[in-house]
């Protein structure tokens, strides 16, 4: 009984209330002076200082202390499930990345243009990086390949990028990389790592075949290798965990598509945190769980632009109103990870968490940052454990044992 | 080496230290109002706030965040058990919430009087809330009743509720409810989940059979329901896992049979914290762990009335003096779970919680609260750890490797 959702499934408890999971993407950061101020503490936050005052705080561990994740994992801990439990391939990611809808039977595969030599060498690994519309043509070409029994998908990413599904029931998806890593050596075999995924390789033994043959005039892209070869990881869904009915609102489609796997509704989230709000806003009936996606703080993050990310911190802070004024019985903001801009990068460090709701302690937290966070009442938690306090505060789980 | 207690027999070192761990039940609550004093920090408790000041304070986790256990796991944790580990099933429980002394053979049940007609459909789920004393009465009748090879124990609870126990090697506990939930339709077959509790579904249809007979008459008690079939579950005993001596000075049944099943030997408390603290220097040369059990913070909490539980931890507090005036190595003040007034239950707020000894690092604990507790040196911790902190506070754990 030691897994989480044996004892969610255990203690759900039908209730009316609703929540908010508002994750600022990469929102945790470090100060770019000993003793100075995060990008969260240096931002006018006077909407989520109010928050705090009202719920508790806390900081949220991603996976493991120090741990930086990415995308994936961040989200599935966040959503309740053990990262480490859970392993999303680079496949699967790269798929719901633009929004491909997956399957349970599927396998997915990040594909890569090369350019190979008359002796089958690759002599450049990115296929001297073509232009997106050769890339977007080639994959239609690629897009009728047959193979019988399976049905085929090829859809473009960018540039010299692109995602291959597989659909057949029973297709393993521990199969090896072909990318060697290094030109001037053919591209490896793809070889099975077990039993189950011995017809995946020569499903993708075939595919390679009838893709040299339709590429071999279009140099530099007159060949692909494969990667990532991943199935779709079996995922209890969050109705069935929780008993909640779950809805994402998120303008990126790798987002919606995390939410997606989990079983969650995607909706026409728009393109602006406005939109997300009046999106929100429509769908407020229909729902009892909403996770709210904002982006920009994690891609200014990575830019290294400090100041970008907390005019981005800003901006969030100003649409929070729209979220309280729903009257949420919980709402909670919080981030995947942290992306100081300082580092340019995902990072380990805990993400500052607010959880507001009619049954908080309290904890004097006087505004939202890391600082006020470290010592209040949600303590230092994995943030698997985030959706029980969510739906403790909801009234939405029973007791354990008499 | 991940169970604590794999660990624990083999670092324990024999010791004359002396532990108390007194649960005040319920302990942690809420404040009624934003920014408001907890139960616990509007009572005055000068013996509490002199402990804090001389020791370490910190919020217990008594299962996983957010959760809210019922006694059993509650204490377990306490104990050292893991709660999701070991399941206290409700018929067990409820043989010892009337201080039946239950075996490791021992399967018990928790059974309900209920009216059915001529056709053996259920017409009254809870036989017309009969009195205790014929529910007693009846329950005479039908602790006479034989099985072959096995002994029966029918014991009276009150009302219409009442314990049965099966006593013989080998039954096992896992028998489907046969109380359907609802009226006109009759009582569900007992049946059994695995081979092992075949023979316990048999003595149960056997038991059910005979009393129909014995309480033909008896309308609206005419029959019984069996709920809550469940084995004692094996729990290696305290003193062989920690090398301690355990006593139990608990005034409610449930409390003592808790502590018995751990195997601690439960002492006569009496009925007052002041014969509990008789009991507690009386046997204070006998014992080397003593679990002290107050459950008046915990009632009172879920009566949701804050001002009687603020007075039930005043009187708590001015008992504190009676303990440390035996100067105990450890004293630890805790509770098994919260019960916020404002609550009327339990609930999945960490508990406050306090231990002296001389070895402790001292927090600046100023006094006993929700809020001194969130920034105390034992941080925020699952109960399940606090046993270790025990040990290892009164010098009873050896180093863990070279």
């Not at 965990?241 to 598509?257: C, E, N, Q």
């Not at 969650?264 to 009892?288: E, I, K, N």
């Amino acid at each position: 009984m030691a897994d989480i959702h044996t004892l969610t499934r255990r203690l759900q408890r039908p209730a009316d209330s609703k929540i908010i999971l508002c994750v600022s993407d990469g929102l945790g950061g470090l100060p770019l002076e000993p003793g100075g101020r995060t990008e969260l503490e240096t931002a006018r936050t006077p909407n989520l200082d109010a928050l705090a005052q009202r719920g508790v705080t806390g900081l949220s561990i991603p996976v493991l202390p120090g741990i930086a994740p990415g995308s994936g994992p961040g989200h599935l801990g966040l959503f309740g499930y053990d990262p480490l439990e859970y392993e999303i391939g680079r496949g699967v990611l790269e798929a719901l990345g633009i929004d491909f809808d997956l399957g349970p039977d599927d396998v997915a595969i990040r594909g890569n243009f090369c350019t190979v030599d008359d002796a089958g060498r690759i002599t450049d690994r990115r296929a001297g990086r073509i232009a997106s519309e050769i890339g977007a043509a080639l994959c239609e070409k690629l897009d009728r390949i047959d193979i019988p029994g399976v049905e085929v998908f090829v859809r473009h990413v960018r540039e010299y990028r692109l995602v291959i599904v597989f659909r057949a029931p029973g297709l393993g998806g521990q199969v090896d990389d072909t990318d060697p890593q290094r030109t001037g050596v053919p591209p490896l075999d793809p070889k099975p790592r077990d039993e189950a995924s011995r017809r995946t390789a020569e499903i993708c033994r075939q595919f390679i075949d009838r893709a040299r043959e339709i590429l071999k005039d279009d140099a530099p892209a007159n060949l692909l290798t494969l990667r990532g070869i991943a199935r779709r990881p079996p995922i209890p869904s969050f109705e069935e965990v929780y008993g909640t009915r779950p809805a994402a609102i998120a303008v990126y489609p790798m987002y919606r598509g995390l939410a997606r796997l989990v079983g969650m509704d995607v909706l026409d989230a728009g393109s602006t945190l406005d939109d997300q709000m009046d999106c929100l806003q429509r769908h407020w009936a229909d729902y009892d769980f909403f996770f709210v996606h904002y982006k920009y703080t994690d891609s200014t993050g990575e830019d290294g632009n400090f100041d970008a990310k907390v005019q981005r911190i800003e901006e969030l802070d100003a649409a929070i109103p729209r979220m309280t004024e729903l009257k949420p019985d919980v709402l909670i903001v919080t981030g995947d990870h942290s992306t100081p801009a300082k580092m340019k990068s995902h990072s380990g460090h805990p993400v500052p968490t607010l959880l507001v709701s009619d049954l908080c302690r309290f904890d004097g937290s006087a505004s939202f940052g890391e600082s006020v966070c470290r010592i209040g009442e949600l303590g230092h938690f994995e943030a698997r454990f985030l959706m029980l306090q969510a739906l403790a505060h909801a009234g939405r789980l029973e007791k354990y044992g008499a």
